[in-house]
Each structure stands twice: as structure tokens, then as C-alpha cells.
């Protein structure tokens, strides 16, 4: 390519943002890039704001992904800047402060919990990053089969059936008057089946640090593969990730849950962020009905009654709880710590937690299980 045809460089930054789209499922023409660079031309521009108000004109997202674009943007043009100062920070991540003095500086990952293997209460503030690694097996079969296999729950809408508890009474008219009059047979109609929400909760704390990776990759590959889907993590504070999951590359999504999660490989106390995410009603209602799904060893460091009294709050409003610990090695587990004893009488499932392919395939089986 000759020098005249090569693109100027103080483009090459909005070009690649078109393609950053494309590649998270944008339907974009080369005519609307076009468009887009002679409208920032045209604004001159003197801010971002410009700049994202010329992509909303030219590049038309819809509006149901609207809140996408805008992450998208912010990732690409501000980076890190914009996922620390996104707005309804408080909204979204519910701190849990620790008791006694709040002048004590907060303890080093690696000073709090050096080798995982141990709950620890000390509050840890660090930022992750993942590796890039090819995508598991187990991972692949929940992407392939989730659609058909995840829990789902009866509508209200009806549809057409062979036999049901409902009649058709227009296609039996209308098939009635193609013989004269009579009823050959009365149509049937049932409920159409929708898929039920889910609510999945990953403990992100020192004790389960050898599993957070792959237990945030596939709580990925469930936001991708099924869309009523929320997910948050805890460990010393409560932090809904749903919005960085549903970025579509891998790689871009767990960056940006990186930023929005503070309390990595920190302390444990779940009993606290389960009573802080109850606390907020709009995070209350997703678990309303929903398949709750909690993904953590129960190694609890805070009081067992306010993890005890969680749960049963959480039981009475979900449709279904499942525990997922790495402690429940074998079919005949019973629990051995004080927390998972507090809270076996109120949770569906207590099972094996300590693999993805252990987690994948509960969650495939949820669809085949009723309400206990």
C-alpha cells in the first residue's frame, strides 16, 4: 500500500473502535464509519462527549445495547480511568467496612493470605489480572448445551399443543367451519416455557483464590450463553459484575470486572455481604424466583448467625439454592465447619464445587430439579 492510501494515525483510534464493535456483535457498514469520521471532522471535536455523541448518530447501536456501547467506549477511549469513576458507584458495590480502628491501612494481598488455603477476616483492596488461556472443555459444553438445558419456568403467554389444559377455541372455530359446522376435535393450548432467572454468587476471597479464575470465566460463558443471568462476587464487600460479563470477548470482560472488583484474594465474610446484598431491593429482586447458585467453601470468618439468617432470607424468595463448595469432595458429604451447618437446612444443593467441570454440570442438571 502506498503512503497516499495509508490511514492517517489520528484516525486509526476511532477505526479501531468500529472494529471493537464489530467484534462484540455491533452490525456496522463501512458507509456509517465513513459517517462516523466526518462527524468528529465536523465537531472538531473538543471533548469525548463529541466523540460519543457522533458514534450514537452515525453508528446507530439499538437502544436495547445501548448500556453496551457506552462501556465499550469508555474501555476504549478513557480505559481504566472510566470503569473507577463509572457513575452509581455506590449503587453497584456495597462496601462492607471492617470493625475497630478505620485509621489501620489495609493489609497486602499477600500479607492477609499468602497461600489460600485459609479464611482470613482482614480486608485486602488489590487489583487481578487473568491470564489469557484457551477456552475448557467444561466451558464449551455449557455455552453448547445451556440453552436447552438450563432451568426455566412456565409464561404466561399460551401456545398450540397436542394435548393441554387449555382450549383452543379459535382454531377449533376455524376448523369448525371448514366441516360444516362440527367439532372434529377440540385444540389444546399450554404454557410456553421461558428461561427462569439465575443469580450466581462467586466468592472472590484468599481461601478460594486457586479457583477464581476459572470460576469468573465461567461466569462468563453463562452471561454469554443465557440472558437472565446476574452475577456478583464477595468476599469483604458485595460487587454485581453483571455489566463487565456481558462484554463478549473474554478477554475484555474479565478486565473490566477487574476494575470493578476491589477485595481479590482478601478476607471472608460472606454472612455481611449476603445481609448487604438483601439490604438493596433492587438486588433483592433478581433473586425473586430465580435459580441462586453460590459458589464459595463456606470458610466464614464473620458471625455464622448473620450467614445463617442470609440464607433463609434468601430461600424464602428464591426458587431454587444450590451451595457449591471445593469441600464437598464425594456424593455422602457432610458438613464439617460451623458455617455450612448453619446453613444446610436452607439450601437445595450442597455439592461439589471444586472444578468446572463439577460446576457445569450442576448447572446443566438444574433444569431436570424442582423447588424442594
Known amino acids: 500500500m502506498s503512503d497516499d492510501l495509508k490511514l492517517p494515525r489520528a484516525a486509526q483510534i476511532f477505526v479501531?473502535?468500529?472494529?471493537?464493535?464489530?467484534?462484540?456483535?455491533?452490525?456496522?457498514?463501512?458507509?456509517?464509519?465513513?459517517?462516523?469520521?466526518a462527524a468528529i471532522e465536523l465537531l472538531g471535536p473538543r471533548s469525548l462527549e463529541h466523540i460519543r455523541q457522533?458514534?450514537?448518530?452515525?453508528?446507530?447501536p439499538p437502544p436495547e445495547r445501548r448500556a453496551t456501547y457506552d462501556r465499550l467506549f469508555d474501555i476504549h477511549f478513557r480505559g481504566a480511568e472510566a470503569i473507577e469513576q463509572a457513575e452509581g458507584e455506590d449503587d453497584e458495590t456495597v462496601r462492607l467496612q471492617e470493625e475497630g480502628r478505620g485509621g489501620d491501612e489495609p493489609p497486602l494481598a499477600d500479607e492477609a493470605n499468602e497461600s489460600g488455603l485459609a479464611a482470613a477476616r482482614a480486608e485486602a483492596l488489590v487489583e487481578r489480572r487473568f491470564a489469557q488461556t484457551a477456552t475448557s472443555d467444561p466451558l464449551r459444553k455449557l455455552s453448547r448445551e445451556a440453552a436447552k438445558r438450563l432451568p426455566r419456568r412456565r409464561g404466561h403467554r399460551r401456545r398450540r399443543a397436542r394435548s393441554g389444559p387449555f382450549a383452543d377455541l379459535?382454531?377449533?372455530?376455524?376448523?369448525?367451519?371448514?366441516?360444516?359446522?362440527?367439532?372434529?376435535?377440540?385444540?389444546?393450548?399450554?404454557?410456553?416455557q421461558r428461561p427462569r432467572k439465575m443469580l450466581l454468587l462467586i466468592d472472590v476471597s484468599g481461601s478460594m483464590k486457586a479457583r477464581t479464575e476459572e470460576n469468573m470465566r465461567l461466569a462468563h460463558a453463562l452471561v454469554q450463553s443465557a440472558g437472565n443471568v446476574e452475577v456478583?462476587?464477595?468476599?469483604?464487600?458485595?460487587t454485581r459484575v453483571t455489566p463487565a460479563l456481558r462484554l463478549k470477548r473474554r478477554e475484555q470482560a474479565l478486565n473490566a470486572a477487574s476494575f470493578l472488583v476491589s477485595d481479590w484474594d482478601g478476607?471472608?465474610?460472606?454472612g455481611d455481604a449476603l445481609q448487604a446484598f438483601l439490604a438493596?431491593?433492587?438486588f433483592g429482586g433478581y433473586a425473586r424466583g430465580a435459580a441462586v447458585v453460590i459458589v464459595s467453601d463456606g470458610l466464614e470468618r464473620g458471625d455464622p448467625a448473620a450467614l445463617r439468617d442470609a440464607v433463609a432470607k434468601l430461600s424464602r424468595r428464591a426458587w431454587r439454592i444450590s451451595w457449591l463448595t471445593p469441600l464437598a469432595t464425594s456424593p455422602g458429604f457432610t458438613p464439617q465447619t460451623e458455617a455450612l451447618i448453619a446453613i444446610q437446612r436452607f439450601v437445595d444443593d450442597l455439592v461439589d464445587g471444586g472444578s468446572s467441570a463439577a460446576v457445569v454440570a450442576h448447572l446443566l442438571s438444574l433444569g431436570t430439579r424442582r423447588a424442594a
Open 54 to 60: 457522533a458514534g450514537l448518530a452515525t453508528l446507530a
Open 267 to 270: 478476607g471472608t465474610r460472606i
Open 232 to 238: 456478583f462476587t464477595f468476599g469483604t464487600r458485595l
Open 16 to 37: 479501531s473502535f468500529v472494529a471493537l464493535l464489530r467484534a462484540n456483535g455491533f452490525l456496522v457498514a463501512p458507509e456509517q464509519t465513513t459517517s462516523f469520521l
Open 280 to 282: 438493596v431491593p433492587r
Open 170 to 192: 379459535r382454531r377449533t372455530l376455524r376448523e369448525s367451519i371448514r366441516n360444516d359446522g362440527e367439532v372434529l376435535r377440540l385444540g389444546r393450548m399450554r404454557r410456553r
